[in-house]
Structure formats: structure tokens, C-alpha cells
């Protein structure tokens, strides 16, 4: 059983131990959205009497619905059990000649030994490759998208929206087999402010 608290942050939880392999298995998740001293936002549970007796009720001070349930995708999802991908950090800016540039950092499960380079490559909406590097030996590096589609809100654009895809191959160096893939959506653009705007 996996436990994961403050629902606005994705999360993930082994489960191969759970697992009755080539049988049919079944995946219970539980949301709940009650609220306390302790959570964020804050509530608190009270006992109030009613017509039909008395009922446990939420109540909170701010002025929106506590709803729950879960809102984005869940994947089920398989990993290598030596060496696979945890996670990418990408951050992107946009350089004054208006091209993208994105660095990246790349989780593994373990530490990378010689045997395995990992290679980045960055696709546009079409699937076009639009840059690619090998990743240094502490899994960081950056790509340089010459005149980058940036991503802008809904209404401020022609395309809203536009993401980039970002993909990393953990490569074998002798077998020169892929041990592992792993694919993020992401959009380029700066946001930056000062002490006037």
C-alpha cells in the first residue's frame, strides 16, 4: 500500500510486490479530501445536529468547492529491475534572438556506471526532431531550439499552448540496447520581473 499527501503534486508507488503476474489484478485508489488543522487548505471536522440525527460535517473558512477525485492521468507502467529512469527537471528560457533554450537534469534509479549513455533528443509538435545531445556525466546538459514556438495562454496566441516533448534513452554502450525510455510534454518560455513590473 502506498500513502501520498497534498494532491496538487504527482506521485508514484511500486507495486511489483502486489502483483500476481499473468493473473488478473485489480488497482483500488483512495481520494480523500478532508480537511484539518494540519492540511493545506485548513478545515475542520465538527458533529452538528440535524432533522436525521447527528452527522460528521466539513467545514472550512474559504470560498471555493473542497472537491476530490483524481484529474489527470494515472499510468501503469513498467521499468527496467538494474537501471532505469526516475524523472527529468526541465527548465526553459528563451534567448534574446528568440530561440529556446532548455536545460535538463536526469534522475536514475541508481548511479549511472560506464556501461550506459544516456541520450536526449527534443521533438516538436510533429513529431520533427529538433535537437539532441548526449547527456554529461552528471546526467545534465542543454539544447539550443533555434527559433522556438513558445508557449503561450489561451487567447494570447494564435497556437495556445505549444508543447515540446523531451526524450531520454538510457543506451547500453556495449549491446548499444535501449534499457529504458522516458517522454515529458513541456513548453518553452521565460517569465522574469523586477522591483517596477
Known amino acids: 500500500m502506498a500513502r501520498h499527501e497534498f494532491g496538487h503534486l504527482p ?10 503476474f499473468a493473473k488478473e489484478n485489480r488497482i483500488t485508489v483512495l481520494c480523500d479530501n478532508v480537511l484539518l488543522q494540519t492540511t493545506i487548505p485548513q478545515g475542520k471536522i465538527v458533529e452538528q445536529d440535524t432533522d436525521d440525527g447527528k452527522k460528521i460535517v466539513q467545514q472550512y473558512t474559504f470560498d471555493f468547492f473542497n472537491y476530490a477525485g483524481i484529474h489527470r492521468s494515472v499510468h501503469l ?3 527496467p529491475h538494474d537501471i532505469s529512469i526516475k524523472g527529468i527537471i526541465v527548465n526553459s528560457h528563451v534567448t534574446d534572438e528568440r ?6 537534469k536526469i534522475n536514475l534509479s541508481e548511479n549511472i556506471t560506464n556501461k550506459y549513455h544516456v541520450k536526449v533528443s527534443i521533438y516538436d509538435r510533429n513529431g520533427s526532431n529538433v535537437g539532441e545531445v548526449l547527456a ?12 522556438a514556438n513558445l508557449w ?37 518560455r521565460s517569465l522574469k520581473w523586477n522591483s517596477t513590473s
Open 99 to 104: 530561440h529556446g533554450l532548455v536545460d535538463f
Open 11 to 20: 506521485f508514484e508507488a511500486e507495486i511489483s510486490q502486489h502483483i500476481n
Open 77 to 79: 507502467f513498467t521499468t
Open 136 to 147: 554529461n556525466e552528471e546526467l545534465r546538459g542543454e539544447i539550443l531550439i533555434k527559433n
Open 152 to 188: 503561450w495562454p489561451f487567447l494570447m496566441h494564435p497556437e495556445p499552448g505549444y508543447l515540446y516533448t523531451i526524450e531520454v534513452k538510457l543506451i547500453d554502450q556495449k549491446e548499444q540496447l535501449e534499457v529504458d525510455v522516458y517522454r515529458m510534454k513541456f513548453g518553452i
